[in-house]
C-alpha cells in the first residue's frame, strides 16, 4: 500500500515535470513566433520613377477655312472649289488620299438672325468648313504647316484661332515602350530601398505588395508638343529584416 502511493507520487511529479516542460516549450514558439512576426512587420514603402521622352508619331492637323457669298448656290461651289485645291495641294506634297478628310460646312445666314443690323454691303451667308489631315508623317505634315500661306495667295481665307482648329499630336506605341519603363520604375524603387535598409542597419526582404501607377503621356513643354514626355511611377513595399 505504502509502495502504491510512492508510485503515485513519483507518477504525479513526473506528469508535472513533462506539463512544466511542454508549457516552456510552447512559451518559447509563441515568443520566436511574436518576434518574427514583428520582424515582418517592418515594410518599407519605396517609389520608383521612369520618365522618357519620344517623338509623337500621328499627327492631326485641321486646316479650317472660311467663305462668304450673297447667294447659297455659289457659296457651296466656293466651299468645294476651296476643299479641292486644298487637297490637290496636300496631295501633291505627298499626303495619301486616305489620309486626308473633310467635314460637313457650317453655313451661318445673316438675315436669319434676330440681331442682324441689315448692313448693306456685307454678305448675307458666310460658311466655314475644315480640311482635316490624319498621318503618321510628322516631319513632312509639320514642314507642310508652313507652307500654307501659298494657297492663302489663291483666295482662300484660313483661320485657326478656335479650340477645334489646334493641331494635334499623339503618341499611340505605349504598348511598345510599357515592358521597359516598367522594369525601370521597379529597377530605381528598389535601389531607394536598398539603401534605405543599408542606411538603417537592416536587410531588405522580400517584395510585401507593389502596384504600377497610370501611364501619363503630355508634351514635354508648349513650344514642342510633338516631343511626347512618357512616365510612370511604380509603388513597391518590401520587408525589412535585422
Not at 67 to 78: C, D, H, K, Q
Not at 82 to 111: Q, V, Y
Not at 143 to 154: F, N, R, Y
Not at 200 to 217: E, P, V
Amino acid at each position: 500500500m505504502q509502495q502504491t502511493g510512492r508510485t503515485w507520487v513519483v507518477s504525479a511529479s513526473i506528469l508535472g515535470l513533462c506539463l512544466l516542460l511542454g508549457l516552456a516549450a510552447l512559451g518559447y514558439q509563441l515568443g520566436s513566433s511574436a518576434i518574427e512576426y514583428k520582424q515582418m512587420d517592418r515594410v518599407v514603402t519605396v517609389k520608383g520613377l521612369s520618365e522618357r521622352e519620344y517623338p509623337a508619331d500621328v499627327v492631326i492637323w485641321p486646316i479650317q477655312f472660311t467663305e462668304a457669298s450673297n447667294n447659297l448656290e455659289a457659296l457651296y461651289a466656293s466651299l468645294e472649289r476651296s476643299t479641292g485645291m486644298i487637297r490637290d495641294f496636300l496631295e501633291s506634297r505627298g499626303i495619301a488620299s486616305e489620309d486626308i478628310g473633310s467635314s460637313a460646312p457650317a453655313i451661318n445666314d445673316r438675315s436669319a438672325q434676330t440681331y442682324s443690323s441689315g448692313d448693306e454691303g456685307q454678305f448675307r451667308y458666310t460658311a466655314s468648313q475644315t480640311v482635316t489631315v490624319y498621318s503618321d508623317e510628322v516631319d513632312n505634315v509639320r514642314e507642310l504647316m508652313q507652307s500654307l500661306s501659298a494657297l492663302g495667295k489663291q483666295g482662300i481665307v484660313f483661320t485657326g484661332g478656335g479650340y477645334d482648329a489646334q493641331v494635334e499630336y499623339l503618341f499611340t506605341r505605349l504598348n511598345d515602350v510599357k515592358p521597359d519603363m516598367i522594369e525601370e520604375a521597379t529597377r530605381k524603387a528598389r535601389e531607394v530601398a536598398e539603401k534605405f535598409a543599408e542606411d538603417s542597419d537592416s536587410r531588405l526582404g522580400k517584395i510585401r505588395n507593389a502596384s504600377q501607377g497610370q501611364f501619363s503621356i503630355s508634351p514635354r513643354d508648349t513650344n514642342n508638343p510633338q516631343i511626347k514626355q512618357v512616365r510612370v511611377v511604380s509603388t513597391v513595399e518590401y520587408y525589412l529584416a535585422d
